[in-house]
């Protein structure tokens, strides 16, 4: 009976450090609740900026908080690591916490960044004759930072509502910088979509041509029909709720940083970042700040219409959501409780 008593008190244990254990990853990583890890979907894209900004400018500190960013250029990648516990959230794209909603997910936007994507549609320059709009997609090899990225959906909804099916066009894991613009170079793709820095440095060497701009709202309403809210901080519903003061505090300091990139200009920016950000070419580097930074909003608050839309889009073609549209709850794909309280100082 003792053996059969220890055994059970044993199981029992077990029992609950597996609990524990799956509670700490639905959580993020264990440990002191100031100390945050935070996945970036590639730190030195221009869309991202305010990430390591905020870091630059010591607003993580000055909120008490120690937060170390992890650089993960593939969004669809930095999302597997805060399901996976990893991290405590995702400098990202909002539309990852509706794709993961589908699957069963609960990931909130606590800081809405942007309302636009930032992103370009580039056509390298052997093709332009040939690509002058989505419509010339069929046959075509389009790159986009990996599958499941937030590029690829967009490559998807572009090329669907332009009438080119997805099996018409060929789609290319194209990564970011060189190796995006490796692609361009040798042919791997004829055209793709990606961010400044990148897109600065292929106009520039002549490499290839702007097809379509999402960086402002009037070219975001031209390609996509309404807006596509993007860049931002997503989180787990689990450790929102059991976090509120470290959620508040990391919402206080990336609105300050919106604030301040609204208040200055791409020189003052570019001088707050590291300075091997502009990649040799500071003169690059600040036309690829300056033609990005009026997509951030300011506010560190979601637009209702542009979460909308983004169902909208993902509902046309993403197979999960497309599926199951109807039984999103957008409410809880973001908040806006946090930037509310959030005021600039």
């Known amino acids: 009976m003792k053996i059969r008593a220890s055994l059970l008190a044993a199981l029992v244990m077990a029992s609950g450090l597996v609990l524990g254990s799956c509670r700490s990853t639905a959580s993020g990583p264990a440990g002191d609740p100031n100390d945050i ?13 305010p990430a390591k900004l905020t870091e630059q400018l010591g607003f993580f500190k000055e909120q008490g908080l ?25 400098v990202g794209f909002y539309d990852h916490t509706i794709d993961l909603q589908s699957k069963g997910k609960c990931i909130t936007s606590v800081v809405q ?28 090899k389009l790159g986009f930072t990996s599958p499941g990225s937030s590029t690829d959906f967009l490559t998807q909804y572009l090329a669907t509502k332009s009438g080119v099916g997805t099996q018409e066009y060929t789609g290319v894991k194209a990564g970011a910088g060189q190796t995006f613009i490796a692609a361009i170079d040798n042919g791997g793709i ?24 999402m960086r402002t709202e009037e070219g975001t309403n031209a390609a996509l ?6 860049s931002s901080l997503y989180m787990d519903c689990a450790y929102v709720e059991q976090h509120e003061e470290q959620v508040q505090k990391l919402a ?12 200055h200009s791409a020189e003052e920016i570019a001088a707050a970042m590291p300075p091997d950000f502009a990649g040799g070419n500071r003169d690059l580097y600040l036309k690829a700040i300056n033609d990005t930074k009026g997509m951030f909003n300011g ?18 073609f993403h197979p999960t959501v497309k599926d199951k549209h109807d039984q999103i709850d957008l409410s809880k794909t973001y908040t806006t409780k946090f930037a509310d309280k959030a005021q600039p100082r």
């Open 37 to 49: 890890k935070l996945e970036v979907g590639g730190i030195d894209k221009v869309i991202y900026l």
């Open 66 to 90: 120690n937060v170390t960013l992890l650089d993960e250029p593939a969004g669809a990648s930095a999302e597997n690591q805060l399901v996976a516990g990893e991290v405590h959230g995702v």
């Open 113 to 140: 960044l942007a309302d636009v994507p930032g992103e370009v549609e580039v056509v390298g320059s052997k093709a332009a004759g040939e690509i002058k709009s989505p419509a010339d997609f069929r046959g075509k």
């Open 190 to 213: 004829d055209a793709g979509m990606t961010t400044d820095p990148t897109v600065a440095k292929l106009v520039d060497s002549g490499k290839a041509k702007v097809l379509l701009d």
């Open 225 to 230: 029909g309404g807006l596509y809210p993007s």
């Open 252 to 263: 206080n300091a990336f609105v300050k940083t919106l604030d301040f990139i609204q208040k």
């Open 299 to 316: 506010t560190g608050k979601m637009r209702p219409e542009g979460a909308k839309n983004v169902l909208e889009v993902l509902a046309r």
